[in-house]
Nanobody, 124 residues
Framework: QVQLVESGGGLVQAGESLRLSCAASGRTFSGSSMGWFRQAPGAEREFVAAIRWNGAGTYYADSVKGRFTISRDNAKNTVYLQMNSLKPEDTAVYYC?????????????????WGQGTQVTVSS
């Protein structure tokens, strides 16, 4: 059974940075593309960033491009999301997950079961 534990969220002011971590266990992490999504209150879960199994390809939502960086350490079964220049509109619960084979990185339904996520709150 896959376990995903997100951490690193918190309350920051606009313009500050946070680094989220996602520790995965229970499956072949190194062979899976991983993604970060976020969900604000009353909103749909939306794509933030994704990274291919070998780190060779990274993908970002337009809203975070140039500010967020996704990376992974397969030796530690961990994927990261470095978030810089945070804005109030980045406030949401952030989730990581692994992409099922053949799925689209932009489609949350193409990912596995979701974990608890980590809350990010950006004040203005």
């Amino acid at each position: 059974q896959v376990q995903l534990v997100e951490s690193g969220g918190g309350l920051v002011q606009a313009g500050e940075s946070l680094r989220l971590s996602c520790a995965a266990s229970g499956r072949t992490f190194s062979g899976s593309s991983m993604g970060w999504f976020r969900q604000a209150p009353g909103a749909e879960r939306e794509f933030v960033a994704a990274i291919r199994w070998n780190g060779a390809g990274t993908y970002y939502a337009d809203s975070v491009k140039g500010r967020f960086t996704i990376s992974r350490d397969n030796a530690k079964n961990t994927v990261y999301l470095q978030m810089n220049s945070l804005k109030p509109e980045d406030t949401a619960v952030y989730y990581c997950n692994y992409l099922r084979p053949g799925g689209s990185i932009y489609n949350p339904q193409a990912f596995g079961s979701w974990g608890q996520g980590t809350q990010v709150t950006v004040s203005s």
